[in-house]
Nanobody, 123 residues
């Protein structure tokens, strides 16, 4: 499975962006999907995940109430809608897919990773 993340850019604090993660070479519905981010000088951290059929989602405390993860199986795409963005949301955002997981917040549980898309939030 190949993952292509897109939708990053420069936005002012309080603004919104929608990231997309498009899958090819496989059926995205067979994989749980997560978004992670890595800010300069920091470790990669979990942002959000959605289960295979989209029935279950999880979010990091830092983004709850502001970010929404969803999937469109027909388009083989997972989205991350980001609202009320803050400067501390600035990072490279990665999408990842897992054939199975016990702890979707753990990066080690994911089998495939996209190349990342940069989100910059100005104050």
């Amino acid at each position: 499975v190949q993952l292509q993340a897109s939708g990053g850019g420069l936005v002012q604090a309080g603004g919104s962006l929608r990231l997309s993660c498009a899958a090819s070479g496989g059926t995205f519905g067979n994989y749980g999907t997560g978004w992670f981010r890595q800010a300069p000088g920091k470790e990669r951290e979990f942002v959000a995940s959605v289960s295979w059929k989209g029935s279950s989602t999880n979010y990091a405390d830092s983004v709850k109430g502001r970010f929404t993860i969803s999937r469109d199986s027909a388009k083989n795409t997972v989205y991350l809608q980001m609202n009320s963005l803050k400067p501390e949301d600035t990072a490279v955002y990665y999408c990842a897919a897992a054939a199975m997981w016990s702890h979707p917040a753990f990066a080690s549980e994911y089998d495939y990773w996209g190349q990342g898309t940069l989100v910059t939030v100005s104050s």
